[in-house]
């Protein structure tokens, strides 16, 4: 059967937009969610240990942030988007070694400039990374446009409200939305839900309002809701796991999920753990189809 050259053309158009360049695959899900860990968890460690610890802790995947010690053996080596091939081709054959794969970058200025934007999202594409986080409102105009290029996500993250600092409004998930939401769809949040707990917000009602934008989530545990608050194992403290993964769910949502604890800093691989056990579990409840 003859197909006219109009409808394939709508047809490849139609899958161009509708299908991700870089969908993070399904066997990295962790009861169904690709769950591993955002590498600052190990920042005592260098970016090669990190992929190994992110393995030990049982992750799948893991998200990089920029200046992180090379190796064990270079530390004055920085690994971020400005590293060589050499260091590029070296964490990718860790990565493969470990089974682990990189997903995201971050939190990382991105530049008003394009020519600087665009390293950074060069860097994103080596890795095929679903995605990059950062803070840097001032250049949304420049993300934008390399988010059509390059078909990579920008999730805005929020840090914990500094009363000291009135003019950072990252903390407040309606401001968040402000700024993303007349903007391409792949352009969402970063939902570190530890920085709302700290903050004084409910995790579930911060989704809720971003419904739709979440790009990806830093995933914490806090001992008390406060701005001192700290990481503790998953399910032994506030920040309502359970309901954040229903939520996530009921967004159905693709992007990554990123470990980030932020305590314990030398031994916190059994900590992370936690949290992979903690999904495993809640996604293993009686009565749910596997």
């Known amino acids: 059967m003859k197909i006219k050259l109009t409808q394939l053309l709508a047809a490849l158009c ?19 969610l690709a769950l591993g860990c955002q590498a600052w968890t190990f920042k005592e460690f260098s970016v090669m240990e990190a992929i190994d610890k992110t393995a030990a802790a049982g992750g799948k995947v893991i998200e990089f942030y920029p200046g992180q010690k090379f190796s064990a053996e270079k530390p004055d080596l920085k690994f971020d988007h400005n590293a060589t091939d050499e260091m590029i081709a070296a964490v990718q054959a860790q990565l493969k070694l470990r089974d682990i794969r990189a997903v995201n970058y971050g939190v990382v200025s991105i530049p008003k400039d394009e020519a600087g934007a665009r390293k950074i999202f060069e860097f ?15 250049a949304l105009d420049t993300i934008e446009k390399l988010v059509k290029e390059y078909d990579i996500r920008v999730g805005f993250h929020d840090h914990q409200h500094q009363p000291n600092k009135p003019d950072y409004k990252m903390w407040d998930p309606n ?16 939902a570190d839900i530890g920085h709302w707990v700290q903050s004084g917000l409910k995790p579930v009602d911060c989704l809720k309002i971003l419904s739709g934008r979440i790009i990806s989530v830093h995933l914490h545990e806090m001992n008390e809701v406060s ?31 990123s470990i980030e604890y932020e305590y314990n800093w030398k031994n916190s691989v059994t900590d992370a753990a936690s949290f992979v056990g903690f999904v495993r579990g809640y996604a293993a409840r009686p009565g749910l189809t596997p």
Do not use: M
Not at 125 to 133: P, R
Not at 230 to 254: M, S, W
């Open 227 to 257: 701005p001192t608050a700290h990481d503790v194992p998953a399910g032994t403290g506030y920040c309502d796991l359970a309901g954040v993964i229903d939520e996530l769910k009921r967004q159905n949502f693709t992007g990554n999920v």
């Open 124 to 138: 994103a594409k080596k890795f095929q990374l679903y995605g990059i986080t950062t803070e840097s409102v001032d």
């Open 175 to 190: 401001y968040v939305l402000s700024v993303v939401k007349n903007r391409d769809t792949r352009i969402g949040a970063c």
């Open 14 to 32: 139609f899958a161009g937009f509708a299908v991700s360049a870089t969908p993070i695959p399904t066997n990295c899900l962790t009861g169904g």
